[in-house]
């Protein structure tokens, strides 16, 4: 399973042990992280096969991360991979369950449906709404219960495929166009529910998701794919009453 990782705050540490209690082996791409945490990752992989930690020199975005990831765990063998979020708000506890799904339907990908507790801020819930709305329509429903929720099962090569034919999809547009390509491309979707959290400053949450800046990267990757959805307007027309 891979961790995409850029400074993380105080719970990266914990957050790996939990990983790895949970599952063998665990990649971490430390992404351009300044806070030291490449370090403190490398000592704890030093007493631990099955930790292995890729570092990327500049910071180049969660999606550049996991595509690093990808293609380091394609070489090494591996079809599908886990991604989950270093700073702790991703349920380890649900590692098995979400890799045994993925092993029973190989060809589809796993996606964590969010249960939210009170914790979750308003503002994120009602974006979540609107990047939602968005990729059900340009996947004519296809069956995507949350777009933004990083904690997923891909099988990795028609991720790759995906990848290497844009240059978008390298930062937090990742997660959302990730499944509205890998569905137009016929990868059907299965959802599980898993909890996220949110912690305060205080508990150590941090967050890089940027209101306006990333916002707008959203806006403009719904816009980018609706030009591709309505090139593909017949064929999912078609999928659809198929089914
Ligand atoms: N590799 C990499 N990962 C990132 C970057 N920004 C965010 N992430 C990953 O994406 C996850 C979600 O980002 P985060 O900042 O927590 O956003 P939020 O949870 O949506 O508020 C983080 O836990 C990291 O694992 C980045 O620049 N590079
Ligand atoms: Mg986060």
């Given at each position: 399973m891979?961790?995409p990782s850029?400074n993380?705050g105080p ?10 209690a949970h599952?063998?082996p665990?990649w ?10 490449a370090?403190l ?5 030093l007493e631990?096969?099955g930790?292995?930690v890729?570092?990327r020199?500049?910071n180049g ?9 990808l293609?380091a ?6 079809t ?7 700073d ?9 369950g ?8 190989p060809?589809a990908?796993i996606?964590?449906?969010p249960?939210?507790d009170?914790?979750a801020p308003?503002?994120r819930l ?14 004519l429903w296809a069956?995507i219960?949350d ?6 099962v891909?099988p990795?090569a028609p991720?790759?495929?995906?990848m ?16 509205v390509?890998?569905?137009w491309?016929g990868v059907?979707a299965r959802n599980?529910?898993a909890?996220?959290?949110?912690f305060?400053a205080?508990?150590g949450g ?6 306006w800046?990333?916002?707008v990267l959203?806006t ?8 591709g959805?309505?090139v ?5 027309v078609a999928?659809r009453i198929a089914?």
């Amino acid at each position: 399973m891979l961790i995409p990782s850029y400074n993380p705050g105080p719970r990266l540490a914990e957050t790996v042990r939990t990983a790895r209690a949970h599952w063998d082996p665990v990649w971490v791409v430390v992404d351009g992280s300044t806070d030291g945490s490449a370090a403190l990752l490398e000592t704890l992989a030093l007493e631990d096969p099955g930790l292995r930690v890729l570092i990327r020199p500049e910071n180049g975005g969660k999606g550049a991360a996991l595509l690093d990831g990808l293609t380091a765990a394609r070489a090494a063998g591996y079809t599908h991979a886990l991604t989950m979020d270093s700073d702790g708000q991703h349920p380890a506890e649900c590692i098995e369950g979400f890799m045994s799904a993925s092993a029973a339907a190989p060809g589809a990908m796993i996606l964590g449906a969010p249960l939210f507790d009170a914790s979750a801020p308003r503002i994120r819930l009602r974006g979540r709404r609107i990047a939602n709305a968005w990729t059900n329509l340009e996947t004519l429903w296809a069956g995507i219960a949350d777009t933004l929720f990083g904690f997923r099962v891909y099988p990795i090569a028609p991720l790759l495929e995906v990848m290497q034919q844009t240059r978008w999809m390298r930062r937090f547009d990742f997660d959302a166009e990730a499944v509205v390509r890998l569905s137009w491309r016929g990868v059907p979707a299965r959802n599980l529910p898993a909890p996220c959290r949110y912690f305060t400053a205080a508990e150590g949450g941090v967050s890089h998701f940027h209101y306006w800046r990333d916002n707008v990267l959203l806006t403009w990757m719904y816009t980018r794919l609706f030009g591709g959805f309505l090139v593909r307007l017949p064929l999912l027309v078609a999928r659809r009453i198929a089914r």
